[in-house]
């Protein structure tokens, strides 16, 4: 496509770069090559652009190993949260559960289909939750009738009473020696547990002290928090690069108020 | 199994230690692994796709896979090349299932649109330079030139990875290079002006790097 802008390298007519990048890169039939590079050895104008060619590949080859920018925090967070869950799955007490069909970025593919309504957001928190709550399903398999090798994970504590309707969801069990991993516990479903619904949540946020304008709830679950029942909150603090793990018991006593990350 | 915790997750340990502890049941060998090269591959990840979302989608499927497949990493190779392909593969997974929905734009290179923090002094360097001149490729050019001229991958490798012949790979890369040598200030010279259709260049070239981003 190409061939009524490509020089013939003939004395006094301009070269064009795109030949003589093919010419550089190897793209020409032998005899044709060798036909041009003695040419351009002779050209001052082809040899600078030769020269130039070298230079891009210099530059190329340096950004190797050059320092670059670190991976941005919140993403990073999510990328723990995979690893810790499937390192949950192999080694935490499920050993014997059949691995997933499928790894959990999979799920990601959801959580780009949010991306759109997240732009006006402008931050990939909700894809983080997103992402998270599908890796809570692929290694939690909570409530779904299950083969009788796949346990219940042994970090979940079930309370059948705890919820007031059926099908309540269950507790998940939170160590406040442990908050890293509690993005991908938690995602970004609403389960308000004991505080009922999003306005139990705002009057306890409200007590804490809390900016309810800032502090919005990403997701939402009832845990078993170092032994004590209450309902985690995934909160926004202002800083994209932040949430806040928000523990209260049911009668809104704060148990945690843990930032999560950097 | 039988952990040996402390004394395999040390910072002293090699790499290569941290694969076997993962594999022989070490709940934290892998953590360990993944923070050591994490940004150098997470940067990896981020030229090849340049969208920051699918480049942190593709490096966590990477590690996904990584962590599964640590039994069978082989102890003559490097950790660090094992663990680049498997980044680099999750990338052009991505690339290719891209490339199936003709209907997705590429992002613009635009100012604001990276997640990566810039500061002023970042401006000034080179390899930021560098980095955005990529940007303005067609991915079509890109990939190639970053597996072979970044990544170091030779044309028979990087042809296999793309599925494509090594003729289209050298192609590829002959045309981003001239992009590239325009872009980054390399043509200027006053000797390669006088005697380089810059016209027909920017004919050429410019209209068609468009037409693909368009086209997507």
Known sequence: MTDELRGTGAPGEPWSVDLLADLHAGVLEPAQSARLWSQVNTDPGARAVIAALDSVGADLEALRDAPAPPMPAHFAARLDAALEAESRRAFGGTQNAPQPAVAPVVDLAEARRKRSRRLAWGTGLLTAAAAAVAVTFAVLPGNQPTTGGVAAPATTTAQPGAGSETGAVKPLAVASSDMSGVVGKIGNKKEYGPLKNQAGLDKCVEEAGLDPAKSQAIGVHPVIFDGKPGVLALLTTGDIKKLRAFVVAPDCTVLSDTPIGS | ?216
């Open chain 2, 1 to 216: 199994m039988p952990v040996r915790l402390s004394s395999v997750t040390a910072a002293a340990s090699s790499d290569a230690d941290l694969i076997a502890a993962h594999a022989a049941g070490d709940p934290r060998a892998f953590s360990e692994l993944v923070h050591r090269h994490r940004d150098r591959l997470w940067a990896v990840a981020l030229r090849t796709l340049r969208d920051p979302e699918e480049a942190a989608d593709a490096l966590q499927e990477a590690f996904i896979s990584a962590f599964r497949a640590a039994g069978s990493f082989r102890a003559e190779s490097q950790v660090t090349t094992w663990l680049h392909r498997i980044v680099v593969n999750a990338c052009l997974d991505r690339v290719r299932r891209r490339q199936a929905r003709p209907t997705v734009p590429l992002p613009e290179a635009g100012p604001g649109e990276p997640v990566t923090p810039r500061d002023a002094m970042a401006d000034r360097e080179t390899s930021l330079v560098v980095r955005r001149a990529l940007d303005e490729l067609s991915e079509e050019q890109r990939v190639p030139i970053v597996l072979v001229d970044v990544e170091g991958y030779s044309v028979a490798e990087t042809a296999k990875m793309l599925g494509i012949a090594e003729g289209t790979v050298k192609s590829r890369c002959a045309r981003g290079r001239a992009k590239l040598a325009k872009v980054l200030g390399h043509l200027r010279n006053p000797d390669a002006d006088a005697n380089v259709p810059g016209d027909a260049y920017e004919r050429r070239d410019v209209p068609m790097t468009r037409r693909h981003l368009e086209g997507r």
